[in-house]
């Protein structure tokens, strides 16, 4: 039989391209493909694999007639147009659950990170001025988690520990697991009303895209963290700016942002703010993330191939 074609368009981990070789499938690596050139070629393959880097959009996509399976190492499928994709019979695969335990140590860090001021105390120590902030405990404050899914689950059982109440917003309410931290389903205004820290762990989709928009920002408690490891999406940024600014909202702390690397003014202005913190999308990026996206993606591309 002929070999199967695989592009991957995104940087993964040398263990990917090392078992894909090992099989029967003719792999191209290109990790800094631009959507140009991705267009141009994509006809070619079978199997695309991809991060968050590159969007399959619908236009990209109907140039690839041969496509059958779109593998993404990782877990959001925001940057591919899966509606599309469907009434083309082009399968999507994950790697669902992978970096679980990454995402949740970095919603803890980010918030620790907030809440004693951090970064700006770092950087004010390296210039030589020696001075002492107050921050907050969050011990004996309460946590609320938009998206109470597996990183939520997993992100509250840490905050738990610590001495947090938690909060949870979710369109399915998952009782079992909110059991496990003995904490409540509320509605999005009660979360926002009465958490001290929020989580932002929603999967981005049609129906969470700017749940978090003037409406909502009124309704959170003053002086409250915001943490986003999910899509910045599903915050409208310029009011967040706005919330940010009054000092509503005492600090933001994210992974993920509008363009990445940013392109517009108001999203530069938004992240040079000292009380905001943002790194580069790095939520799966751990060693030991990095091996399971890997194994989960490959695993499930073989079952695929297989059915
Ligand atoms: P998950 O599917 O286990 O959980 C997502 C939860 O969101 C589910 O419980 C779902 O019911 C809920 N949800 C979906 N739409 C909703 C809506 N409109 N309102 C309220 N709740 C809604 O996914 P997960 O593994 O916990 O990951 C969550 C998200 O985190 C991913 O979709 C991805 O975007 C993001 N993520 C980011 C990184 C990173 O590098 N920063 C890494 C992994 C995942």
Known sequence: TKKKNVLICDK?????????KKREFDVNYEPEIASMK???SIE??????????????????????NLKIIARAGIGVDNIDTKYAKSRNIQVITAAGSSTHSVAELNVALAVSLARNLIPLDINSKNGIWIKDTGFELSGKTSGIIGFGRIGLSTAKILKSIGMEILAYDIFENQEAIKEVGGHFVSMNELLSNSDFIFILVTLSDSSSNIIGEEQMKMVKSGSF???TSRSEVIDG????NYLESG???GYATDVLWNEPPTEEWEKTLISKPNVIVTPHIGAQTVEAQKRVAEYTL?????KISE
């Open 12 to 20: 993964v981990d040398s263990l990917m391209l090392d078992e894909l």
């Open 38 to 40: 991705l267009k141009d």
């Open 44 to 65: 070619k393959y079978d199997i695309v694999i991809l991060r968050s880097r590159t969007k399959l959009t619908q236009d990209i996509l109907e140039k690839a007639v």
């Open 226 to 228: 915001l943490i986003n």
């Open 238 to 241: 310029r009011v967040l700016l």
């Open 248 to 250: 509503r909202i005492k």
């Open 299 to 303: 695993n499930n591309l073989f079952a």
